[in-house]
């Protein structure tokens, strides 16, 4: 049976709308007004969404559970698993000590509190953004941040707002390329777009970020140093993207800010030095300081330096290599032989099979093309495939296990202990893994239910003022499921659609949907749990969502303004030159 999604089942689509945003209305609530934990209020966000499927939009029950099924194996892999073996590490590198050394390695480039914040959350985080993406970069950096002694709604908290800018291009262009398949659109084209939008931001966000944690005053007091790890930063990401595509972007830019920023601190240093580690305004966050928050930093040994950093340069290392498409297509796939022969493809290259042990495929027969989007959310009916490639080795995960299982054979563990470790660390993210499935249940339902399409076909009807809604509406499915590259694929297309349908570059519409996107990553539900487990601050979710909450939607609306100048006022901006 194959069933073709509604969009409007109320005749109005208004009411339509309304009815879609239930589930998130209900997690939303159930978070930041009524304190329910993290893991409670994504289920009750799941069966809200389950029944509104079944009985608001006529999806068949078998398809909605399987939809459901489909996400919460994708909610296991990849971004459980990354966030379990990420946790792993950093315990093991807590339980030994070299974390201690690491902190007060990092103090030892500067003691000001506003700019070890600059250096890990924005441009440290900014890398394992570009090299693997997925919630890695607020997992490390909110760990460190917490190890340091930030307080832990400061942890969390600057850690989701950091990781913005970098979003758009995270695991080595993702989103960007995604876009391009979804839309038919021409990748550079939309990776030159996004590179005319996101560097004004890269440039605004380290400032954001600062003021965020020391107020104005605190921010005017480093300005200089704000501006070198932002326009170094912004200046890259413009370059890199327009004149060699999405892939390195993020990479790149990290490690010119990086180094731009350490070089910049050799010769200038702030008047007055920053000690605080909690929020300007949010004090008696209710939150207990780290254990070693408060020690004074110490002078070590070169050698225990280099042990100390020892596990995060093997992390580095194998992310990059993980993330990189040839590695994972060197792996999950095998030649097509025939006769003993090399097949080719039609454009002479040698044509290659998926490797059923390494990469299995599991197709979820229920819904695997038999569910159909339909016009105006696409231009023409188009099947929805839903098949599970467990690429078990290859998956950033994967990568992070093994890097931890080799940095704590090199920092002395035995393997028994590493299991004994490991089975703790299981035990301690537990509610988060399962708020991460019952999250990307809910994403995954609300997707193939056709729920989130009626959401953005009311966005679509805003006429004249669709660039500035249109770019809420990548908040929007970013905000819905965590990801930036799910939401290029849940409204791509439509965006696509309604702007050449209004007369407006499809390709500047197309890339607003993903520099809007990068806004909502702080407010997700995966994003947040991912920064509460990486700063030890279980059950605090709703405080942290109600935290940044403002921020995202104040970025959001300022990008939303952006495209909507280049829409109608700056259109020379989104002049591309290829």
């Known amino acids: 049976m194959v069933w073709q999604q509604i969009y409007d089942p109320l005749g109005s689509i208004g009411l339509s709308a309304l009815l879609a945003s239930v589930p998130v209305v209900v997690m939303l609530a159930a978070l930041a007004f009524f304190h329910v934990k993290a893991h409670v209020a994504a289920i009750l966000a799941l069966v809200s969404a389950l029944l509104i499927a079944v009985f608001g939009f006529h999806m068949p029950a078998n398809m909605a559970g399987d939809a459901a099924l489909f996400g919460a194996v994708n909610g296991l892999v990849p971004i459980g698993w990354i966030v379990l073996n990420i946790i792993f590490l950093h315990r093991l590198t807590t339980e030994n000590g070299s974390f201690k050394v690491l902190q007060d390695s990092i103090a030892g480039i500067t003691d000001d509190r506003r700019l070890q914040l600059l250096l890990i959350a924005f441009c440290f985080g900014a890398f394992f953004e570009g090299a693997a993406g997925f919630g890695t970069p607020v997992a490390v950096t909110g760990a460190v941040l917490i190890g340091l002694g930030f307080s832990p709604l400061a942890a ?27 839309t038919g659109l021409d990748e550079m084209l939309l990776s030159s777009m996004v590179g005319r939008q996101l560097p004004f931001f890269s440039l605004l966000v380290p400032f954001w970020l600062i003021w965020a944690f020391a107020g104005r005053k605190g921010m005017m007091q480093i300005w200089p140093a704000i501006f070198v790890a932002g326009g170094s930063f912004a200046i890259t990401q413009f370059l890199v993207s327009n004149y060699h595509g999405p892939m390195l972007v993020d990479v790149i830019a990290s490690l010119v800010s990086m180094g731009a920023l350490v070089s910049f601190l050799k ?12 929020l300007v305004g949010h004090e008696d966050d209710g939150g207990e300081a780290h254990p070693e928050a408060g020690d004074i930093p110490q002078t070590h040994a070169a050698a225990a330096v280099r042990r100390a950093w020892m596990p995060w340069i093997v992390l580095t290392v194998f992310v990059f290599i993980w993330g990189l498409p040839e590695f994972k297509k060197a792996v999950d796939t095998v030649p097509v032989l025939e006769n003993g022969q090399q097949v080719l493809d039609a454009k002479g290259l040698p044509k290659v099979a998926n490797n059923n042990f390494l990469a299995p495929i599991f197709k979820f027969e229920d819904i695997h093309e038999k569910i159909e989007k339909v016009p105006p959310v696409v231009p023409k009916v188009k099947k929805e495939e839903a098949a599970y490639k467990l690429n078990w080795f290859t998956t950033t995960g994967s990568g992070i296990f093994l890097s931890a299982i080799l940095a704590g054979l090199l920092m002395g563990y035995g393997p028994l202990q590493l299991a004994k470790q490991y089975g703790k ?5 537990r509610y988060s893994l399962t708020t991460i499935v019952a999250m990307l249940s809910l994403g995954y339902l609300t997707r193939f239910a056709g729920i989130d399409a009626s959401l953005g076909l009311a966005f679509a009807f805003t006429g004249v003022f669709y660039p500035f809604f249109g770019t809420f509406l990548g908040w929007l499915g970013v905000a819905l499921t965590g ?22 570059s499809p390709v500047l519409m197309a890339a607003a949907n993903t520099s809007g996107g990068v806004m909502g990553k702080m407010v997700d539900a995966q994003s947040i749990v991912v920064a509460s487990t990486a700063t030890h601050w279980y059950g605090h979710e709703g405080e942290i969502l109600r935290y940044v909450f403002f921020h995202s939607i104040a970025l959001a609306g300022l990008m939303g303004i952006f495209i909507t100048l280049q829409a109608y006022v700056w259109p020379f901006t989104a002049m591309i030159p290829h």
């Not at 969390?156 to 391009?180: D, E, K, Q, R």
């Not at 200038?268 to 909690?278: G, I, L």
């Not at 439509?494 to 050449?500: C, F, N």
């Open 156 to 182: 969390s908290g600057l850690a989701l707002i950091a990781n913005t800018a970098p979003v758009a291009y995270g695991a080595l262009g993702t989103p960007i390329i995604t876009l391009a398949k979804v």
């Open 425 to 429: 660390t299981i035990w301690m993210v």
């Open 267 to 278: 010769v200038w240093k702030p008047k007055k030095v920053w000690t605080s580690a909690k």
């Open 483 to 504: 990801s930036d590259t799910a939401s290029n694929v849940l409204f791509g297309g439509l965006q696509r659609t309604t702007a050449e349908q209004l007369g407006i």
